[in-house]
């Protein structure tokens, strides 16, 4: 059985939009709303059942992951900046890869850090929302 079989369509919108599909504008969104502490669009973004793992190996669910990175007074973020972004489309999930910086300050140690992060966005109802991530450090073992 192959993937036409399958109903599973395959768009790589990288090469033909680049940074024309919806999740990247969601990514932007989210990035955007930890800066402001936006509880209410995290909420709206992240799926109910969202999962995260951290750069650090720490695996997040939703409420974990607003209490820790939008809740915690003494996480502060400056910025968050994505680059060299990719999406693929499968079906009713986009799969999205970027590299970031982030600008932050988490307790007394500040962060100026490069990352590479893979999203996972599935369409629902008539939305995306962002499902599950992953965050690995570039350049530190």
Do not use: C
């Amino acid at each position: 059985m192959g993937a036409a079989d399958l109903n599973v369509r395959h768009h790589s919108w990288f090469l033909a939009h680049p940074m024309a599909h919806p999740v990247i504008t969601l990514a932007q969104e989210r990035s955007a709303a930890l800066v402001r502490r936006d509880v209410a669009t995290i909420e709206a973004l992240l799926s109910p059942e969202f999962v995260y793992t951290n750069a650090i190996g720490a695996v997040l669910g939703k409420r974990d992951y607003i209490k820790t990175y939008v809740l915690d007074p003494t996480v502060i973020w400056r910025s968050q900046t994505m680059t060299d972004v990719r999406v693929s489309e499968i079906g009713d999930t986009a799969v999205l890869v970027a590299s970031v910086h982030d600008l932050a300050r988490f307790g007394e140690r500040e962060l100026d850090a490069d990352f590479r992060t893979t999203q996972v966005y599935h369409y629902r109802g008539d939305r995306w929302q962002y499902v599950a991530g992953h965050t690995s450090r570039i350049g530190k073992a």
